[in-house]
């Protein structure tokens, strides 16, 4: 027995000294299904605005890091769980969110908008923006879990919100005509939607919706516990802000500061 | 890890409501309608001119040779994509994803259960069809008087199994947007980050509708085989269907 003990801790030891090496590397999430933020190349590598500022992190933290891909539905549990160190993946910090995980400080913060198509008579307010009463009736497409799906529940009360596991999905039925409108990202929508095939008879409805249900921006998400992690990222993201890395990743995908204010 | 019981307790009324009524509703419509379609394929299918019974064949080969997960997609993506399809009335279906997953499961579970009812057909003893015929019997009294209940009870076992796996097939309606059992733990999952809670609460509502289903069959297959009366204690179980 006592030999048997002993074996075990050693057995013990040999797997922690194995995974503190391990752990240096920081093994970071996305989903790789909301272009342009992040998809699958061609060639099936991760890509996106979301992959290119996590490698500019990474840099900036001397950081060995490796991006996986994760369905969005498991993209928390999957985090809690250790399957990696960290989220990259538009994920919007919430109240909601933040009871489960932490998050670094924002990298960008774009507007939610309604997508229809161009003919829908759809009544809007004063920004353009559908309004409660123009989207009745209507089925509105959005992704399970995130803050458009919480802001389309909490808004838009007699509408249908017909919920889908990834933006791809929902933005394949928008266009095959399953459903009326979608809410999301403006940027996400205008890549998924606008620029795709058959996009020519959608539009963007006004100037977007912030604050509310739709959070503080986007944040990269870690563990609870892992807040020396957190504030690598954030430091970081305040260096390539300060240095131009991000301005020069921004460009590469978009015509203005997704930054935000 | 930490159990969260309450939540169990609290997303019970969700998934035992609308979530479970779909999951019926989706495995109830796909079994009858597709045991419809099987009885006349089924037949055909154990014709011996290959004329008819090959076409059958690869319509079989086909549904049980693809994934039915494929053929969901398929069906839900793939006639969104044509435009013409859209211009029909078969668009008013084809818009709905229940309707998707109907024509799916029904077609994958006709396919299955027409090769069973075939098996069953061409495992009828051959003296019993002979004899019928002996005594007068036109070919089609044959087939409904001594055929068809015969293969029916030979067939049982193994369409049990074809219903409960049916019933478990039907969690992939969740990929097409429908909130039926797993489509209702997902969204809940989503909110609350809890696989484990959800996911083995709907595993064990999965488990009891299997253990209904199975009980229904033994009841059904006691009544069907009552003619034979009693049986010697060391003679093979009746209720074996599950172990098959």
């Known amino acids: 027995m006592k030999k048997f003990t002993i074996l075990m801790s050693v057995a013990v030891l040999a797997l922690s000294s194995g ?79 933040k009871q489960k995980i932490d998050f670094s400080e924002k990298y960008y913060n774009t507007p939610a908008v309604i997508v229809a198509r161009k003919d829908a008579k759809i009544a809007v307010d004063a920004n353009g923006n559908p ?15 995130t803050i458009h799906e919480n802001y389309a529940r909490a808004h838009f009360k007699d509408s249908e919100i017909v919920v889908y596991d990834s933006a791809d999905n929902a933005n394949l039925d928008l266009v095959n005509g399953r459903i009326d409108a979608r809410m999301d990202d403006i940027l996400a929508l205008q890549e998924g939607i606008l620029k795709a095939e058959g996009g020519d008879d959608f539009k963007v409805y006004g100037k977007g919706f912030v604050g509310g ?5 986007v944040g990269i998400g870690v563990r609870k516990e892992d807040t020396k992690l957190r504030d690598e990222f954030s430091k970081a993201i305040q260096e390539i802000r300060a240095d131009g890395t991000y301005k020069k990743i921004n460009d590469k995908y978009f015509n203005f500061d997704a930054y935000g204010d | 890890m930490s159990f969260d019981f309450p939540l169990i307790w609290n997303s019970l009324p969700d998934l035992l409501g609308r979530g479970l009524v779909l999951t019926i509703q989706l495995t109830v419509l796909s079994v009858l309608v597709g045991l419809c379609l099987a009885v006349p394929l089924g037949i055909l299918r154990a014709s011996r001119n290959p004329w008819i019974s090959k076409p059958i064949y690869i319509y079989t080969y086909v ?6 997960l494929i053929q969901l997609f398929l069906i839900y993506y793939g006639f969104g994509q044509f435009r013409w399809i859209k211009s029909t009335f078969l668009w008013d279906f084809l818009r ?32 019993e069809v002979e004899a019928a015929r002996a005594i007068g019997m036109s070919r089609f009294t044959v087939l409904r008087r001594i055929i068809l209940p015969q293969a029916f009870r030979i067939m049982l076992p193994a369409y049990s199994n074809e219903v409960v796996l049916m019933l478990q097939a039907t969690s992939i309606a969740s990929l097409v947007t429908l909130l039926e059992l797993t489509g209702v733990a997902r969204v809940i999952i989503a909110r609350t980050f809890a696989p484990y809670e959800l996911f083995i609460t709907i595993a064990l509502i999965y488990l009891a509708l299997t253990y209904g289903i199975i009980w229904l069959f033994k009841k059904w297959e006691q009544h069907l085989m009552r003619h034979l009366g009693e049986r010697p204690a060391d003679a093979p179980q009746e209720g074996a269907l599950a172990t098959r």
Not at chain 1, 61 to 70: F, L, P
Request: glycine fraction near 10%.
């Open chain 1, 131 to 145: 309004t409660d009463e123009g989207l009745k009736g209507m089925k509105i497409g959005v992704q399970r879990s």
């Open chain 1, 213 to 217: 249900e739709l959070g503080e921006g």
């Open chain 2, 96 to 127: 709905e994803g229940f309707w998707c997953c109907l024509i799916a499961f029904t077609l994958n579970t006709a396919a299955y259960t027409t090769e069973i009812l075939r098996g069953a057909i061409q495992n009828v003893p051959h003296g």
């Open chain 1, 19 to 97: 995974a503190a090496s391990a752990a240096e590397k920081i093994k970071i999430a996305t989903e790789g299904a909301y272009a342009p933020f992040n998809f699958v190349a061609d060639d099936g590598s991760l890509q996106g605005f979301d992959v290119d500022i996590a490698k500019a992190l990474c840099e900036k933290m001397k950081a060995d890091c490796e991006i996986v891909k994760q369905e969005w539905d498991g993209m928390i549990p999957g985090l809690l769980a250790k399957k990696f160190d960290a989220i990259a993946a538009s994920m919007s910090i919430t109240a909601e969110r």
């Open chain 2, 63 to 68: 549904f049980r040779g693809t994934p039915l």
